[in-house]
């Protein structure tokens, strides 16, 4: 069983900053592609960044050179630094990752995590 569980999320006020973080667990053989994805209330999800394990990055043209996500690849776990966020990026945050499991180390899956509320104050 993998599970992705994220953390930090929270209210901040317009130029604010706000770090993301996101943990995979469980029985994990091996983590590609991770990311961060975004909602926003009666919209539909959009990609904000994603991150090889590699560390190739690529982010959405509204969040570059606000946004910054990092992996540690040690530690399962991707972030995602926000600053000079704005009301727009008010949303529910959710994490991806491309994991091959320890009993199917030949095939992966995509696995989100449950999501976090960043909400942005004008």
């Known amino acids: 069983q993998v599970q992705l569980v994220e953390s930090g999320g929270g209210l901040v006020q317009a130029g604010g900053s706000l770090r993301l973080s996101c943990a995979a667990s469980?029985?994990?053989?091996?983590?590609?592609?991770m990311g961060w994805y975004r909602q926003a209330s009666g919209k539909q999800r959009e990609l904000v960044a994603t991150i090889t394990s590699g560390g190739i990055t690529n982010y959405a043209e509204s969040v570059k050179g606000r946004f910054t996500i990092s992996r540690d690849n040690a530690k399962n776990t991707v972030y995602l630094q926000m600053n000079s966020l704005k009301p727009e990026d008010t949303a529910v945050y959710h994490c991806?990752?491309?994991?091959?499991?320890?009993?199917?180390?030949?095939?992966?899956?995509?696995?989100w995590g449950q999501g976090t509320q960043v909400t942005v104050s004008s």
């Open positions: 469980g029985s994990i053989h091996h983590i590609n592609n």
């Open positions: 991806n990752a491309d994991i091959s499991a320890r009993d199917s180390p030949w095939r992966s899956r995509g696995y």
